[in-house]
């Protein structure tokens, strides 16, 4: 009986080992850094970004971060516009979500806070969303309406 056993739980460490191999393979658990970045502007502000422009990347987003330097943010950037809605989990840093249309106007902000799975969503069909650090926007009086410029956005 304990061979039976023994073979047991060594098949159940080998099948998790697997997982657990599988899951750091899809880039899981760690921040993806080497993304394209661009730069924006926010009226006089310069802000740097990383663009994540497929479904992975979108998926991961700010994830796993620890820090992010003031003036850095991620760009999201989906195939058609449709309603957005960005949620916390694993993602360790406040952010303020900017839900933008296809000209760089801002529709609305939301403040989101770490590891929530609290659901945040653009008020119209939007193909850009801009994280930055929470606060961001509010410090530099940038609201609903105002125009980022930078590389996409139609003029």
């Known amino acids: 009986m304990s061979k039976v056993i023994s073979h047991y739980f060594q098949a159940l460490f080998l099948l998790l080992a697997g997982s657990l191999t599988a899951f750091n393979a899809l880039g899981q658990g760690s921040p993806q850094m080497n993304l394209p970045r661009v730069t924006l502007n926010a009226g006089m502000h310069l802000?740097?970004?990383?663009?994540?422009?497929?479904?992975?990347?979108?998926?991961?987003?700010?994830?796993?971060?620890?820090?992010?330097?003031?003036?850095?943010?991620?760009?999201?950037?989906?195939?058609?516009?449709?309603?957005?809605?960005?949620?916390?989990?694993?993602?360790?840093?406040?952010?303020?979500?900017?839900?933008?249309?296809?000209?760089?106007?801002?529709?609305?902000?939301?403040?989101?806070?770490?590891?929530?799975?609290e659901s945040h969503c653009s008020k119209k069909p939007v193909r850009f969303v801009l994280e930055m650090n929470q606060g961001w926007f509010a410090k530099r009086n940038i609201q609903a309406g105002f125009k980022l410029t930078g590389p996409g956005f139609s003029k």
Not at 83 to 103: E, G, H, I, K, Y
């Open 47 to 117: 802000i740097q970004v990383q663009v994540a422009q497929d479904f992975e990347q979108r998926q991961i987003g700010l994830m796993w971060r620890k820090e992010m330097p003031q003036n850095e943010g991620m760009l999201f950037v989906f195939e058609q516009a449709s309603v957005q809605c960005f949620w916390m989990r694993n993602t360790l840093l406040p952010l303020t979500a900017a839900f933008v249309s296809d000209d760089g106007t801002i529709v609305n902000l939301a403040d989101m806070k770490p590891q929530s799975d």
